[in-house]
């Protein structure tokens, strides 16, 4: 899953500019590629790229075409694909494997040795598993790759094969050039983590937790926006929010809906759910969500005022209330609970025996599940409403935004695009990086791709497209980082 939009539209709508509106993602109009003219700096099909650039889009182009689909589609055959440029450009076998837990659902791990085998590894992680898409609803077919006026096309494109194709593309040239990392650097191209029962993640922690391991790890989840061809922000997500349901019940005897009586499962149930819209979870900022309020604000616009009332101690009611009114924000600043399902009585002339509601709060990471749990019975103040968990949350830690990994990502954001800022962002939903910061290894998401902040989400929906221009960016943006990032006396 990709959601950097997500991020970047709540900060389009703190500035007011005219973007993020629900627009369907439709088939390629004329007006889509004439946008292309603002934002297109490289003509990838005029033969000037660099080797490592060509490496970069033809990996990418070899990836789109396995199809990686859960169930059905392959992706050993995607990691198998990738490990062989690897080992073509001289890695060792023993540095490359490709690790299936079932078929069709392989991994590839691959190690660049570094100078001191002490140290703990950066890990880069993509996964190259997909989601469906139907070629019906396409205009180009999603498992072909096309490129076109500028763009690069096809099921993928930039979640998540675009990273993948660029950290073994930065591999080999890294190698070419004869660097020697302070440590070593470790790429994971893992399966399902788009869905399906073999997350590679997850697998590996728990089968080659060593493999794997690392100081920190640079995944999805984060990237660049852009307007009219001009970059605005380029954001790093440092920490995402903990999904949780519960299933609130109401029993009741029940009876003959002629002979009806107040006690009823289902007001019952009713009464509870309109005090869980009623209610809402006090406001907690983090290191990850102040400092993306306090560095939205000094970017200005509509809400610049809110924003820096949030951030005084304690909150500006007024600031509260104006930024929880907006979605993104709101999904911000506080643990949230909303009622997702519905379900009761069993027949029209009968007095419910039962009536059930599911319940879906997204918890901000560093408070407690149980904390939650217990609001929810006191703002309900109903012990005849049963609350149970739906299942075990995994927490999810934010990731420290130390001055090496922020300062880092900040200077090479500085060198290639002057003067637009680095946002930290909490996702309000997961990402794999969930598991691998559960796991005690902290995860940056963090690209240097950018997109069109005026263009439909695309990821998971139709004509998935990258402008060839920002993945060139994004592929020397991940050179510069990687290589900075495994430097020693890096200030
Ligand atoms: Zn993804």
New binding site residues.
């Given amino acids: 899953?990709?959601q950097p939009l997500n991020a970047l539209c709540a900060l389009l709508v703190g500035l007011t500019i005219p973007a993020c509106s629900e627009k369907p993602s439709g088939p390629v109009t004329d007006s889509d590629t004439l946008s292309v003219e603002s934002g297109a700096t490289i003509d990838s099909s005029s033969g000037d790229l660099t080797p490592h650039q060509q490496n970069a889009k033809d990996f990418l182009h070899e990836l789109i075409e396995i199809d990686t689909t859960h169930p059905n589609g392959d992706n050993t055959a995607a990691a198998q694909a990738m490990a062989e440029k690897l080992l073509a450009a001289g890695f060792m076998a023993e540095d490359v494997q490709v690790l299936e837990p079932a078929e069709r659902k392989g991994n590839l791990v691959a190690r660049y040795r570094g100078r001191d085998p002490d140290k703990k590894p950066l890990l880069l992680l993509a996964?190259i598993d997909v989601v469906a898409a139907d070629p019906a609803d396409w205009t180009l077919p999603p498992f072909e790759f096309t490129e076109q006026d500028g763009y690069f096309y096809g099921r993928g494109v930039v979640?998540?094969k675009d990273e993948a194709a660029i950290h073994v593309a930065n591999f080999i040239r890294l190698r070419e050039e004869g660097y020697v990392p302070d440590r070593d650097i470790v790429i994971a191209l893992t399966a399902d983590?788009?869905g399906g029962t073999h997350n590679g993640v997850t697998w590996l922690l728990e089968n080659h937790r060593n493999l794997i391991d690392a100081e920190y790890a640079l995944n999805?989840?984060g990237g660049g926006g852009m307007q009219n061809g001009v970059h605005i922000l380029n954001a790093v997500q440092a920490s995402e929010k903990v999904f949780q349901s519960f299933t609130l019940e109401t029993t009741n005897p029940g009876g003959h809906s002629s002979l009806p009586v107040k006690d009823n499962a289902i007001y019952h149930l009713a009464d509870a759910l309109i005090r869980v819209r009623n209610y809402d979870f006090p406001v907690n900022l983090n290191e990850v969500t102040s400092m993306y309020f306090g560095r939205s604000a000094d970017m200005g616009g509509e809400y610049e005022e809110a924003m820096r009332g949030i951030l005084q101690n304690p909150p500006d009611p007024t600031a509260v209330a104006r930024l929880s009114e907006i979605p993104m924000f709101n999904s911000r600043l506080r643990t949230t609970c909303v009622a997702t399902e519905l379900d009761g009585g069993h027949a029209e002339n009968a007095l419910p025996q039962r009536a059930r509601a599911t319940v879906n709060c997204r918890v901000l990471p560093g408070e407690s599940i149980d904390a939650v749990e217990e609001t929810l019975r006191t703002v309900i103040g109903n012990s005849g409403v049963a609350i149970t968990r739906n299942a075990v949350a995994t927490p999810s830690p934010p990731s420290p935004l130390t001055p090496d990994v922020l300062g880092s990502i900040e200077a090479i954001t500085e060198e290639m695009w002057p003067g637009v800022p680095v946002i930290p962002t909490m996702s309000t939903g997961a990402?794999?990086g969930l598991f691998l910061r559960n796991a005690g290894i902290p995860v940056y998401g963090v690209s240097g791709l950018f997109s069109d902040m005026d263009e439909p989400a695309r990821?998971h929906g139709q004509n998935e497209r990258i402008l060839a221009s920002s993945f060139f960016d994004g592929q020397e943006f991940l050179y510069r980082l990687t290589k900075i990032l495994t430097t020693e006396d890096i200030q």
Wanted: charged share 60%.
């Fill in positions: 899953m990709k996964h979640d998540d983590e788009e999805e989840g990402t794999d990821a």
